[in-house]
């Protein structure tokens, strides 16, 4: 999957402001709260935490099916 401006846009808002995200990956739902866009080597990454327990995750955005800010 590759980001629409938009969605870049909502992203970074909701990594601004501290909103949840939800995620959609391989048939399942992650539901966590974004701390950084990030690039490595030449991929990009969100890194996040869960929004219970505050385990760090890294999810690959080309591994992605889909994303939307929660408000």
Same mark, same amino acid.
């Given at each position: 999957? #590759?980001? %629409?401006?938009?969605?870049?846009? *909502?992203?970074?808002? !909701? $990594? !601004? +402001?501290?909103? &949840?995200i *939800? $995620?959609?990956? +391989?048939? %399942? #739902?992650?539901?966590? $709260?974004?701390e950084m866009l990030v690039? &490595?080597? +030449? &991929?990009e990454c969100i890194e996040a935490r869960h929004p219970t327990t505050g385990a760090p995750l890294t999810l690959w955005i080309d591994e992605l099916d889909g994303v939307e800010v929660v408000r």
């Open positions: 999957m #590759e980001l %629409t401006v938009k969605q870049y846009d *909502a992203l970074e808002h !909701a $990594i !601004a +402001r501290g909103h &949840r *939800a $995620i959609f990956r +391989r048939g %399942t #739902e992650y539901l966590v $709260i974004p690039l &490595r080597g +030449r &991929r």
